[in-house]
């Protein structure tokens, strides 16, 4: 379902302030979502790399399911995009030095790249 962020929470820590965990002894992101197809209601969702953007006003593609935990409803969230820009831009990057890096012809030798290396221009 296409959506429109109206509000989002996220959140690292429950009500007593103790960081959430998960099974694996792992912290974790809750993500608490409200959009404008569905007014009033709240979702639940876990924090990854494709929704640590999102942001009031986006534009987002999620599956809403629906739980029933005693005499009480809570609906989830799960992400439906496989990536996120900031992976497109990573993956952009990484092709770009990857060429740069297998492509690049060159005739110097390792010392004569080392002879141009200023030692007062290094960063560590």
């Known amino acids: 379902m296409e959506c429109t962020i109206k509000t989002i929470i996220r959140k690292e820590r429950n009500k007593e302030g103790q960081p959430y965990i998960n099974q694996k002894g792992q912290p ?21 790399d494709l929704n640590a953007e999102w942001k009031n ?5 999620i599956a ?7 005499n009480k ?13 900031r992976l497109d831009a990573l993956e952009a990057n990484v ?10 012809q060159s005739n110097k030798s390792i010392e004569e790249i080392g002879d141009e290396i200023d030692v ?3 960063p560590f």
């Open 57 to 61: 006003g986006d534009k987002i593609d």
């Open 95 to 104: 092709k770009k030095l990857m060429l740069a890096v297998f492509t690049k």
């Open 28 to 48: 974790f992101t809750l993500i608490s979502l409200q959009v404008e197809e569905l007014p009033g209601e709240w979702m639940s969702g876990f924090a990854n």
């Open 120 to 122: 007062e221009n290094i």
């Open 73 to 85: 409803l809570y609906k989830n969230f799960k992400n439906l995009a496989q990536k996120s820009s």
């Open 64 to 70: 809403i399911t629906e739980k029933q935990v005693g």
